[in-house]
């Protein structure tokens, strides 16, 4: 079995600070990843979707982990074909504009390309400190499969290159009937991971829980099964909390996808005071990587 990683999607969420999860001394943001990183292997920076990293800020994340520590980074909005706020681009790159979100298209073409350059380039500090282990690149529900959107997967790949992008749907079609051999024959072909989920069914974002590896990284997020997830409020559409119970089943099945891959990055995503937090402890210690990955 290869390694597995558990931790969380986020480790600096309102909700958590209130919740109590941290000590009182625990009290700057440079404090607050030492004392997360003691406890967990892995972290998921959802922050750099809304807005790019800055390069220092990278610096300072690989400063204040441990050796070992992994970081994924979610992929800027822009990049994955999401409305991204004029406000979250760099400045000189902002279009002339009235629009208060933009599409890739409605920058110019060398702006677009500059965006890319600056996102990635970010990350060098934590690429140097071995401490970058995937891109995530969350596509949107209207990402449907179709042959440009696959080639756009493999322009990803290549731009991403040698850094290693994760690949999550949100649109059924990539798994309607024969669709899904298809697509996890595509994504292996090419030696792209798939980001298997949990998440609530019955909805346009809706993709099974496919588990399976198509490269030697495995990625599992879970997003919970609330019953509002339509819901505009983030923390009403993640606020879930699993039980030890629905945890152990997923134990088995965990260990399973990482007989097929050389890493498994388990991230808990239902991020809504220390569920996310405590989900991941009592999965870890149920996967029986607890001794073996906790830091002190």
């Keep these: 079995m290869g390694e597995i990683k558990v931790g969380t999607a986020s480790w600096t969420d309102r909700t958590l600070l209130d919740s109590g999860w941290y000590p009182a001394s625990a009290d700057t943001p440079e404090k607050r990843l030492a004392y997360y990183?003691?406890?967990?292997?892995?972290?998921?920076?959802?922050?750099?979707?809304?807005?790019p990293p800055a390069e220092r800020t990278?610096?300072?994340?690989?400063?204040?982990?441990?050796?070992?520590f992994t970081f994924n980074v979610k992929a800027f909005s822009l990049l994955t074909g999401h409305p991204?706020?004029?406000?979250?681009?760099?400045?000189?790159?902002?279009?002339?504009?009235?629009k208060r979100n933009v599409y890739p298209d409605d920058l110019p073409a060398q702006a677009y390309e500059e965006v890319w350059t600056r996102f990635l380039s970010a990350l060098d500090p934590l690429v140097d400190a071995g401490k970058l282990g995937a891109l995530l690149f969350q596509f949107p529900p209207w990402f449907t499969i179709k042959r440009d959107n696959k080639q756009y997967l493999l322009e990803v790949a290549r731009r991403c290159a040698p850094l290693r992008p994760v690949v999550e749907f949100r649109h059924a079609s990539w798994f309607d009937g024969d669709n899904a051999?298809?697509?996890?024959?595509?994504?292996?072909?090419?030696e792209l991971p798939f980001v298997c989920v949990d998440m609530p069914q019955g909805h346009r974002s809706s993709v099974p829980p496919v588990l399976t590896a198509t490269a030697d990284l495995a990625v599992?997020?879970?997003?919970g099964h609330s019953d509002k997830w339509t819901s505009k409020d983030i923390h009403e559409k993640f606020g879930y909390d699993y039980s030890d119970r629905e945890l152990r089943d997923w134990a088995p099945k965990l260990r399973e996808l990482a007989g097929q891959a050389e890493q498994t990055h388990v991230l808990m995503n239902n991020c809504y005071r220390d569920y996310a937090q405590r989900n991941a402890a009592t999965l870890a210690g149920l996967l029986d990587t607890w001794r073996l990955t906790r830091y002190g």
């Design 37 to 51: 990183a003691r406890r967990f292997p892995l972290v998921e920076v959802d922050a750099t979707y809304y807005s």
């Design 58 to 68: 990278a610096r300072l994340w690989a400063e204040r982990t441990p050796p070992g």
């Design 84 to 98: 991204t706020r004029v406000s979250a681009l760099y400045k000189d790159l902002r279009p002339d504009t009235d």
């Design 181 to 190: 051999e298809e697509t996890l024959g595509f994504l292996r072909e090419h």
């Design 220 to 223: 599992v997020r879970f997003h």
